[in-house]
């Protein structure tokens, strides 16, 4: 998962894009490491900013647990 990251990234920067990514707390990767690996493959260059939302997340009956709390992290990075 950490490569698939840095893989986007990586195309990001190459393509002098910008990106806007959603990612929540339950992820396969912590959100810090996300912010990390951006950070390392598009440096300086980017201006990053972060919103988070939290909500909560129906299961719809999969499991004994029918809600889930949810921090949801939008990450925008943007070409300077």
Known sequence: MRNAFKLLFEGVKNRESHLVLSYN???MINQ???LNIGSSVLGKGYKCDLQSREYIH???GRSDEYQLD???LIISYKKV
């Open 25 to 27: 707390n339950n992820g």
């Open 32 to 34: 810090e490491e996300i």
């Open 58 to 60: 129906s299961k719809m």
């Open 70 to 72: 949810v921090n949801e």
